[in-house]
Every structure is written in C-alpha cells, then in structure tokens.
C-alpha cells in the first residue's frame, strides 16, 4: 500500500466536494439496494462489517451498512478511516490497527469497538472524482490478500455505478424508472447471494485463491455490470 498523504483535505477538496452534492446522496434515507451491496461484501469477504461512506466537508455519512453499531448514520471527519481511504487511488487497508498505523485518523472510535482490521477503496463517479468509500471491517487482524483487493474494487465500481445510475434518474425526475432499476438490480444480487452461500457451504467459507470460485464470482460481477451499463446507456 503506497504511504498516505500528510493531510486528510487534499488540495481538490472544494471541486470534489461539489461533485458529491450534484448526487443529492448525501445524508439520505436507506435504500435496498446499497443495503445489499454491503451485504454481500461482507459475505464475499468473510468479514463482519461493510459499509458505503459518503465524505462530505466535516462529516462522513454511511449510505449503507451492515454489522455496524445500530444508529449510527456518520462520523466526523476526523474520526474515520473512510477519510483516509478516499485519498488513494487502490485500496487502503490496515491488518492490524492501532494508534500508530494511520496518524490522519483519530483511532479512539476504532478503539472503543475493538475494530483491527480495516480495507476500503473509493467510490468514482463517471468522471473519476471520489466521492465515497466502500469499506470492510473486521474485529481481528487479518491479511488482505491481493485477489480480495480485486474484489473489493470490482464491488466498489459496481457501487458507483449504482449511485451514478440513482443521480441520472432522479434528474430526470424518474422515480418509476429508478425502482424498476433497483428491482432488476436486486434481482441480479440475489443471484449473487446465492452464489456466495453455495461457495460458502461447499468449502466451508469462500476461498478467492481457488480459480474456479474467483471465475464464477467474476462472472456473476460482470454480468452486473452489464445491466448497470445498459440502463446507463439507455
């Protein structure tokens, strides 16, 4: 993992910030969708925690997530690794935590929920602004192998995708066409689920290395991918 930079504003943070609000995602009520997506991150990489973050001016804002403490909807700026994760362009991730492992963030939060392992990789808009993170968390030390980096990137830019497709209908004042979007996504996901619990029971939990099980999940990715990029292009 490449070193972070020395502070969590970078020098683009005015022109990012005005991009994130263009989505009008920022502190909104909970949708399906991205409910399922941490869902299945959390699966897919064996991990209890996964969230979407949002990185406004003072306070990150979770979109999403899964395993969390119940109630809380963002944290300040300061206070959270999604802060430093959006400052690189691959995936930041902390084995094993502690105070000394990032100097940007204020670790008491981590510490007081006994939170170790962390990974997170940002969120591109179409234009290649970052406007968010998606994280995996854990409550032990553990290695991040080099194939969940892949997949926690690919999910990442199924997210993105995901809230780049939410802003195109919300412009357009199109609710119906943004529900019927998220059904045929959800449905796509439940594929995906299915997927996961049978990789799961057949192994007792899912190993990336085997290359049949990183094939099928590549596939299953893809083919989301594609719908996401249809209806963009539609």
């Known amino acids: 993992m490449p070193p972070l930079p020395t502070s969590l ?16 995602i ?5 949708e399906k969708i991205f409910d399922d997506y941490v869902a299945l991150t959390a699966r897919l990489l064996n991990l ?4 979407i973050s949002l990185v406004d001016e003072e306070r990150v804002w979770f979109k999403a997530s899964v395993g969390a403490p ?10 959270s690794m999604c802060s430093a994760a959006i400052l690189q362009d691959t995936p930041v991730f902390f084995s094993d935590y502690t105070r000394e492992s990032c100097e940007l963030v204020n670790p008491a939060t981590a510490e007081a929920l006994g939170l170790h392992f962390y990974a997170g ?27 969940e980096s892949v997949l926690l990137q690919a999910l990442a830019q199924l997210v993105s995708q995901t809230i780049e497709l939410r ?3 919300l412009s357009a004042d199109d609710l119906d066409g ?22 799961a029971t057949r192994a007792q939990g899912i190993n990336l290395e085997d290359e049949e099980v990183a094939r099928l999940l590549k596939l299953r990715l893809e083919r989301m991918s594609e719908v996401l990029r249809n209806r963009l292009e539609s």
Do not use: C, M
């Open 178 to 199: 943004w529900e019927k979007a998220q059904r045929e996504l959800e449905t796509t996901l439940d594929d995906n689920f299915a997927l996961a619990r049978y990789l």
């Open 121 to 147: 990789t940002a969120l591109l808009t179409s234009e290649g602004t970052k406007i968010g993170v998606l994280a995996v968390i854990g409550r032990e030390k553990r290695v991040f192998t080099p194939a």
């Open 9 to 24: 504003i970078p020098a683009d943070d005015a022109a990012r910030l005005r991009v994130l609000h263009q989505y009008q």
């Open 48 to 51: 209890p925690i996964s969230l």
């Open 167 to 169: 802003a195109r209908y």
């Open 70 to 79: 119940a109630g809380v909807t963002s944290l300040a700026r300061p206070d």
């Open 26 to 30: 920022v502190n909104t009520t909970p």
